[in-house]
C-alpha cells in the first residue's frame, strides 16, 4: 500500500510518515503542492494525504487537476481550517473524506483504512468479452485471439 504525504510542515509531515512506514506502508512525502501533483499524476499512490494550505499551489487546485486528469487516488485532505465552507469545497473538488487539524494518529489510520477498502475490486485491465478484447490501459479494443 503506498500512500503520498502532502504537507508542508515538515514536522507533522515526517511525524504520519513515520507512523504509516509503521503501519507498514510505503511512504513518499511532498513538502509543497507542486511537488505533490507531480508525484499524485504518477498514480501509483493508493491513497494521498493532502493538506489545504500549501505553498505554491494549494491542495484543492491540487486535487481538482488530479480528479480532470482522471487520477481517481482516494484523497484525505488534511486542513487547519474548520470553517465548513473548506470542507465543503473541498468535497467537491473530488476528496473522498477530509480530517482538521490537529487530529489523532489513530483516526487518521482508520480513515485511510477505510478509504482504501471503500476502493473495492482490482479492475481487471483486459476484460474480455467473447473474441473481443479490451486492452484498458492502451485504450484498444482488439478483436480476435491476443497473441
Ligand atoms: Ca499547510
Not at 507542486?34 to 505554491?56: F, H, Q, R, V, W
Amino acid at each position: 500500500m503506498r500512500v503520498l504525504v502532502v504537507e508542508d510542515e515538515i514536522g507533522l509531515a515526517e511525524a504520519v510518515g513515520a507512523i504509516l512506514r509503521k503501519e507498514k506502508y510505503i511512504v513518499d512525502i511532498a513538502n509543497n503542492g507542486k511537488t505533490g501533483l507531480e508525484y499524485a499524476l504518477t498514480g501509483e499512490y493508493d491513497c494521498i494525504l493532502l493538506d489545504i494550505m500549501l505553498p505554491g499551489m494549494n491542495g484543492l487546485d491540487v486535487l481538482t487537476y488530479l480528479r480532470v486528469r482522471e487520477i481517481e487516488t482516494p484523497v484525505l485532505l488534511l486542513t487547519a481550517k474548520s470553517e465548513i465552507d473548506d470542507k465543503i469545497k473541498g468535497l467537491d473538488c473530488g476528496a473522498d473524506d477530509y480530517l482538521t487539524k490537529p487530529f489523532s494518529m489513530g483516526e487518521l489510520l482508520a480513515r485511510i483504512r477505510a478509504m482504501t477498502r471503500r476502493k473495492g475490486i482490482p479492475v481487471d485491465i483486459n476484460p474480455k468479452y467473447g473474441d473481443i478484447t479490451l486492452d484498458l490501459k492502451k485504450g484498444e479494443i482488439i478483436c480476435g485471439t491476443l497473441t
